[in-house]
């Protein structure tokens, strides 16, 4: 069966809808639900069938006047099938990212609680932080515009860019489906998130506007 995904204004959706996604089983219960209602313009969903499988709240805005893409919360059911999903998901951002910045380059931005949300950022360059790269200034001030944006800037470190508690209002919620994939490296810069304190990473990278028209164009 294909994978449906839709959009629509996040202010649209019924309480419905939020206990649908509540009850997914993923990590976020009603009250983050109705929060990121309030706090992310647009919702994305996945359905196989009439089952939800995933979803994502996002928003494209401008920061200093450089577009952005936020995912704000996301979280995709831990299926077989789970890396569509994901793949549905993104797919459908940049497509949104496409739309509405057409000839820019594009910051993309999120929290991760655990290594295996960031296979949603494969796909992106120059990435922060990342392996054997020590940041420098304007990158440093990006993690902490981000974290100003999500609302974790109290308990944010910009040397190692994590949050160090109270971080999870929300990120993307997702367990790869390939974990021996994952570089050692990549998973060592969690080494210091603590999940159960609700630590989290933020990470953000770049898809120039080339990249973006692949990205986002519609299958």
């Known amino acids: 069966m294909p994978l449906a995904v839709h959009t629509q204004d996040s202010s649209a959706l019924a309480d419905g809808d939020l206990d649908e996604m509540a009850s997914m089983g993923g990590s976020f219960d009603i009250g983050t639900l109705s929060k990121a209602k309030e706090d992310w ?4 969903t996945a359905r196989e069938g009439t089952k ?3 979803f994502v709240f996002t928003t494209l805005e401008r920061i200093g006047g450089t577009p ?5 919360v996301m979280s995709i059911k831990k299926t077989p099938k ?3 999903v994901l793949k549905g998901l993104m797919a459908e951002t940049f497509h949104r990212a496409l739309m509405a910045f057409p000839d820019e380059d594009v910051v993309v931005g999120s929290r991760f609680a655990h290594v295996g949300g960031m296979d949603a950022f494969k796909s992106l360059t120059e990435m922060i932080p990342r392996p054997g790269h020590r940041a420098v200034g304007e990158e440093r001030a990006w993690g902490r515009r981000l974290a100003r944006r999500f609302g974790v800037d109290v308990n944010y470190d910009e040397q190692n860019f994590i949050v160090g508690t109270n971080g999870q ?3 993307i919620d997702y367990e790869s489906a390939k974990p021996e994939k994952i570089k050692p490296e990549i998973a060592e810069q969690f080494s210091l998130v ?3 304190k609700g630590g989290v990473l933020i990470v953000h990278g770049w898809t120039m506007t080339e990249s973006l028209v692949k990205l986002g164009a519609r299958a």
Do not use: Y
């Not at 952005?68 to 704000?72: A, D, M, N, R, T």
């Open 169 to 171: 209002s929300g990120f």
């Open 68 to 72: 952005c893409v936020l995912l704000g």
């Open 52 to 54: 939800l499988q995933g």
């Open 82 to 84: 789970r890396e569509s």
């Open 41 to 44: 313009v647009l919702c994305t």
């Open 194 to 196: 603590d999940e159960k």
